[in-house]
C-alpha cells in the first residue's frame, strides 16, 4: 500500500517537475535564438557598414584595410566581386568559408542576407551584403563568424540551467516533503484513532485545530469516541445496578424459602413467608418487564399506536382512577384540565407516563399536601403538567433522576419499592412520542414535571 503521503508527495512533483521542465526549455531556447539572432544581426551591421565604406570607394587601399580590420576581430570577411573572385581576406579561406563562398547567389537584398545560421553543425555563421557603384554590382561582401564563442557561451548557459534545475528540485523536494507530511498528518492520526476505537479502546483524544473539512472530521471521530466511552461506562453501570438490584429480592426469596422448608413450622407462619416469596417474585417480574420494555424503547421495535386524543375526558378517567390511593394517603388531587387540547398520542403507554409520575407525587409526598393534574395551551404546545408538594430533588441530582435504575435515595426507594425506573420509561415514552420532559424542584417544597407535546388542531 503507497502511503498517503507519499502519494500526495508525487503527485505535486511530478506536476511541478513538468511545469517547470517546460518553462525551462522555453526560457533556454528563447535565450539562445535571441543570441543567435543578436549575433546574425550584429554581423549583417558590420557587413553594411563595410559595404558603404566600399561604396564610397572602391579601390586596392580600401579592400586592403577592410581586410586588416576585420584580422583583429572575432569576425572575417570575405569581398569577392560579382563572378565570385576573392578580390580580400581577413583570414585565409578554409573549406567551411569556401563552401559558403560557393553558393549562388541571386536577389540579395542591399541590407544583407543570412547565409548560413545553422550554429550546431557548422563553424561558422555567414551574412552576405553586396555591394555596388552606379547601380551596378560590383560584388559581394562575406562576413563569417566563428561559432565556437556562441557554442561556448550556450554551454555555459547550460550549466547554469542545470544548476539552477538542481537547486529548484532540491528545495522543491523538501517542501513538498514537509507540506504532504503537514496535509497527511491530521489524516494519519485519525486513523490511528479510529483504529484504537475498533479495538475498544475510547480514550482517544484528538487535536481539534484547523476549522476545515479535515477539523470537522476529527472532531465528529471525537464526539464519537466520546459517546462510546460514554456508552461503555453507562453500560457497565447499568449492568452493576441491575445486579445489585436482582441479587437484593433473590436474598430475601433463598432466605424466606429456607426457613419454609423447615417442617416445624406453623401453617399460618408458612404461609406468611411464602406470600413474602411471592410478593418479591412479583416485584423481580415487574423488573424485568419493565427492563424488557426500555430494551425494546433502545431497538425501535417498541411500537406505539398514535390517535387524536381529546385531553380533557382522556386525564380525567386517569384522575378518577387514581384519587383513591391520594385520597388514601390524606393527598388532595387536583384536577385542572382546559377543555379544547387534542394531541396524537397512544393512550395506553402514555397512561404508563402519567401513572409514573403519579406514583412519583404519591410516594415522595406527606399526607397533608396537595398534588395537581393540569393541562394547558402553551405557545405551539400542549403541557400536561404533574405537581407535588413533597420532599422534592436536589439540584446536582436532577441531571441523573431520568437515568435507568437511578434513584435519589437508595434506602428511602427500597421501602418504597421502587427500582428507579419510572421516569426513565416516561422520559422515553415522551420522546418517542415527539415530545419532551422537563422537571423542576425545590428541596421541601415540590416537584413539577411538564411534558410538551404538539397540538393537533383540526
Ligand atoms: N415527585 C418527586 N418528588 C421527589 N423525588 C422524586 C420525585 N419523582 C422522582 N423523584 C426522585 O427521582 C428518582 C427516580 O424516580 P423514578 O420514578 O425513576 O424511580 P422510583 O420512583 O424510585 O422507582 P420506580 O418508579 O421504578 O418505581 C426517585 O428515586 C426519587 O428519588
Ligand atoms: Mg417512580
Redesign the pocket.
Known amino acids: 500500500m503507497l502511503k498517503i503521503s507519499l502519494k500526495l508527495g508525487l503527485w505535486i512533483f511530478i506536476c511541478i517537475l513538468l511545469i517547470e521542465s517546460i518553462s525551462m526549455i522555453f526560457l533556454h531556447s528563447n535565450m539562445v535564438h535571441s543570441r543567435i539572432d543578436q549575433e546574425l544581426d550584429s554581423l549583417k551591421a558590420r557587413g553594411n557598414s563595410h559595404r558603404d565604406v566600399l561604396e564610397i570607394s572602391l579601390d586596392p587601399a580600401t579592400l586592403r584595410h577592410i581586410g586588416l580590420m576585420e584580422s583583429h576581430t572575432d569576425t572575417d570577411v570575405v569581398v569577392t566581386n560579382s563572378t565570385g573572385r576573392v578580390l580580400v581576406t581577413s583570414e585565409s579561406v578554409n573549406s567551411e568559408m569556401k563552401q559558403i563562398l560557393d553558393r549562388s547567389l541571386s536577389d540579395v537584398p542591399r541590407n544583407g542576407l543570412i547565409v548560413q545560421s545553422d550554429w550546431r553543425k557548422e563553424r561558422y555563421i555567414a551574412t552576405v551584403t553586396p555591394f555596388k557603384t552606379n547601380g551596378e554590382n560590383m560584388g559581394y561582401l562575406y562576413m563569417f563568424k566563428n561559432t565556437e564563442d556562441v557554442e561556448a557561451f550556450i554551454s555555459q548557459l547550460n550549466r547554469h540551467f542545470l544548476l539552477a534545475s538542481m537547486l529548484i528540485l532540491f528545495f522543491m523536494s523538501i517542501t513538498i516533503f514537509l507540506l504532504s507530511k503537514a496535509l497527511t498528518r491530521p489524516l494519519i492520526i485519525m486513523k490511528e484513532a479510529t483504529a484504537k476505537l475498533s479495538k475498544g479502546d475510547f480514550s482517544v483524544s484528538l487535536p481539534l485545530r484547523s476549522n476545515d473539512e479535515l477539523g470537522e472530521l476529527a472532531k465528529s471521530i471525537q464526539t464519537l469516541a466520546n459517546d462510546l466511552y460514554y456508552m461503555k461506562q453507562e453500560r457497565n453501570e447499568f449492568l452493576a445496578s441491575i445486579s445489585h438490584e436482582l441479587r437484593t429480592p433473590l436474598t430475601y426469596i433463598k432466605g424466606y424459602a429456607d426457613i419454609a422448608k423447615r417442617t416445624d413450622l406453623e401453617f399460618q407462619e408458612r404461609t406468611q413467608y411464602l406470600n413474602i416469596i411471592h410478593e418479591e417474585s412479583e416485584r423481580l417480574n415487574h423488573l424485568l418487564e419493565?427492563l424488557f420494555d426500555l430494551a425494546k424503547m433502545d431497538q425501535n421495535t417498541f411500537s406505539i399506536a398514535k390517535e387524536r386524543v381529546h385531553l380533557y375526558p382522556f386525564l380525567h378517567s386517569i384522575y378518577k382512577k387514581y384519587l383513591p390511593a391520594f385520597e388514601n394517603k390524606k393527598i388532595q388531587l387536583q384536577f385542572n384540565c382546559d377543555n379544547d387540547l387534542f394531541v396524537d398520542l397512544d393512550p395506553a403507554r402514555f397512561e404508563q407516563v402519567i401513572l409514573?409520575?403519579l406514583?412519583?407525587?404519591l410516594?415522595?409526598?406527606k399526607m397533608g399536601t396537595v398534588a395537581s393534574i393540569e393541562a394547558f395551551k402553551k405557545e405551539d404546545n400542549v403541557q400536561v403538567a404533574l405537581s407535588?408538594q413533597?420532599?422534592?430533588?436536589p439540584q446536582e441530582?436532577m441531571p441523573y433522576?431520568?437515568d435507568r435504575l437511578?434513584?435519589?435515595?437508595k434506602s428511602?426507594?427500597r421501602e418504597?419499592?421502587?427500582?428507579?425506573?419510572?421516569?426513565?420509561i416516561a422520559k422515553q415514552v415522551v420522546d418517542i412520542h415527539g415530545g419532551t420532559i422537563s422537571v423542576e424542584?425545590s428541596i421541601g417544597q415540590g416537584?413539577r414535571?411538564t411534558i410538551a407535546l404538539k397540538e393537533n388542531y383540526k
Open positions: 419493565e409514573n409520575l406514583d412519583n407525587a410516594k415522595y409526598s407535588d413533597g420532599m422534592g430533588i441530582e433522576i431520568f437511578y434513584r435519589v435515595e428511602r426507594s418504597t419499592g421502587g427500582y428507579g425506573l419510572g421516569l426513565a424542584s416537584t414535571f
